[in-house]
Nanobody, 125 residues
Framework: QVQLVESGRGLVQAGGSLRLSCEVPGRTFSSYSMGWFRQAPGKEREFVAVLSYSGSNTNYAASVKGRFTTSRDNAKNTAYLQMNSLKPEDTAVYYC??????????????????WGQGTQVTVSS
């Protein structure tokens, strides 16, 4: 079983920034593409961003493109989601996820094999 440990939850004002981290302990981190999803109350989980194993391929949801950036440090077994210019509609529980098809930059929830526990991000207006 692969464990994903998220950190970086917070409450920020609109226009602020926050960085989420997702650590995958062990030596398998570079075997996975890493995705980020979010789920607001009463809504389905939705795709946010994804990065291939090498970092060469990325994909972003239209709603966050230009504001959010995902990156990874394979030496630290950690993926990041830098969120800038946050809006109240970005409020949700954010999840990182690992896809064993490491070249894939999938947007579908079902493409991912392992999930983090989720971390709350709240943006006040």
């Amino acid at each position: 079983q692969v464990q994903l440990v998220e950190s970086g939850r917070g409450l920020v004002q609109a226009g602020g920034s926050l960085r989420l981290s997702c650590e995958v302990p062990g030596r398998t981190f570079s075997s996975y593409s890493m995705g980020w999803f979010r789920q607001a109350p009463g809504k389905e989980r939705e795709f946010v961003a994804v990065l291939s194993y090498s970092g060469s391929n990325t994909n972003y949801a239209a709603s966050v493109k230009g504001r959010f950036t995902t990156s990874r440090d394979n030496a630290k077994n950690t993926a990041y989601l830098q969120m800038n210019s946050l809006k109240p509609e970005d409020t949700a529980v954010y999840y990182c996820a690992a896809n064993s098809a490491r070249y894939d930059v999938a947007v579908r929830v079902l493409a991912y094999d392992y999930w983090g526990q989720g971390t709350q991000v709240t943006v006040s207006s």
